[in-house]
């Protein structure tokens, strides 16, 4: 184990709850695992390991309680997560929807899903019945190392709409996981704003399993972040299912952004779409890993992946790498990706009609950017993102 990663996790462990088996077990794994070093190519842009040892404070303990000016308007369920504990005097339930904590099972096997495991208070799991309202998330952060847990799950023919948004103090690690489990014809739509402090460091896990019919939404919009780290995948597991991944993050500062996503077809006749685009000023980066997989089994396979980026100065960068990875013969898809700056011709076009030069550029990313804002299905959401994408874009 390198050095850096053998400091970080000497400091973790003295929080760790030796009782649980499970957690053990994680902790073991990890410890043979590894958290990522420079050498690991999924974050080969993204130090954070060594980012970790150097800026969070783990030892930072004070709990913040929940201000309830920042809960949404909308009706519907709003759930409210300290330090990754539910709090259930803080949250408002409607018929229909079911809460539950139960201890921490068994994760996935990437390194920020075991250090969730090993470390998360408990696990929140978020069941419907019938028709019900948007359901809302709140997750508020303010310990130096917190670990969040969710599991979300559709039945048959359910729809759910699922809006997150996280308060997170400066100086802390965020290392969240939220699961979906979309059982037959089931639709979820879920949607999430980061807009932190550069203090902040996150890494966010979003996973969802799909059986047949069924839809799943992805929107996940990033205005600002000291580091951000978005590790999301879709897992269609039968057939005629639908996914989407919808992403934006317009970022300015030395704010650092890293979208991994994944998508996995492992039965016939499914389709997937996904579209992240970029706005970058200052000395921000941005960092997209997407890779589509199509199993020999998953015929008739429709696939589309794109990361358009504009870069509005000269120390703006972006790292891009879409990937297909295809054993079936009997498909339709495609990636892409672009990088570039704003087109003068069309800056030019709008000066010459008496627009400044100023809301020419807004006018021109405001356009580039509403395509990904297209499948909010909360219009209150949508609205501010919307005007967040407007404030900074003026």
């Known amino acids: 184990m390198i050095k850096e990663q053998s400091i970080l996790l000497d400091k973790l462990e003295s929080g760790l ?13 990890l410890q043979e695992v590894g958290l990522p070093s420079k050498k690991s ?16 404070n783990f030892d930072l303990g004070e709990q913040k309680a929940f201000d309830k000016r920042d809960l949404y308007k909308t009706s519907g369920s709003h759930l409210v997560i300290i330090n990754g504990v539910f709090s259930k005097s803080d949250s408002a339930i409607e018929n ?15 390194p920020f899903s075991l250090l969730n ?3 998360s208070p408990e696990e929140i799991t978020i069941k419907t019945e019938g028709k019900v309202s948007p359901i809302f998330l709140y997750q508020v952060n303010s310990v130096g190392f917190s670990n969040p847990r969710i599991k979300v799950s559709a039945s048959k023919s359910q729809e759910i709409s699922i809006v997150e948004k996280s308060i997170n103090e400066p100086n802390t690690f965020a290392n969240s996981s939220i699961s979906f489990d979309l059982d037959e014809n ?12 550069q203090e902040s460091s996150v890494h966010e896990t979003i996973f969802a399993k799909q059986l047949r019919d069924s ?3 992805s929107n996940v919009f990033t205005f600002s972040g000291g580091l951000v780290r978005n590790n999301i995948t879709i897992s269609l597991e039968d057939e005629n299912c639908e996914g989407y991944m919808n992403g934006l993050y317009i970022l300015d500062g030395k704010s650092h952004v890293d979208n991994n996503t994944s998508v996995d077809h492992l039965k016939p006749n499914s389709y997937s779409n996904e579209l992240y685009k970029g706005i970058l000023d200052e000395k921000s980066t941005g960092v997209f890993n997407g ?10 396979t429709n696939a589309f992946q794109t990361n358009n980026n504009i870069l509005l100065s000269d120390d703006a960068s972006i790292h891009t790498k879409p990937q297909l990875e295809i054993w079936a013969d ?8 672009t990088s570039g700056q704003l087109d003068e011709d069309a800056i030019f076009y709008l000066r010459s009609r008496g627009i400044s030069e100023k809301n020419a550029k807004a006018m021109i990313l405001n356009a580039y950017a509403a395509e990904a804002t297209s499948h909010i299905p909360v219009p209150e959401l949508k609205e501010e993102v919307e005007q967040l994408i407007s404030n900074k874009l003026i």
């Open 17 to 29: 709850d030796t009782s649980s088996t499970v957690r053990m077990d994680a902790w073991k794994m």
């Open 41 to 56: 190519e999924s974050y080969k842009y993204t130090q954070i390991t060594s980012i970790l040892e150097k800026k969070a």
């Open 96 to 110: 229909g929807v079911l809460v539950d904590t139960q201890e921490v099972t068994e994760g996935k096997h990437d």
């Open 117 to 119: 495991t090993a470390f």
């Open 186 to 197: 089931s639709k979820i739509n879920y949607s999430k704003i980061q807009a932190y402090g």
């Open 215 to 217: 839809r799943f939404y």
């Open 291 to 300: 890779k589509i997989y199509v199993r020999p089994d998953a015929q008739k």
């Open 330 to 337: 009997d498909v339709k898809c495609s990636h892409g990706c």
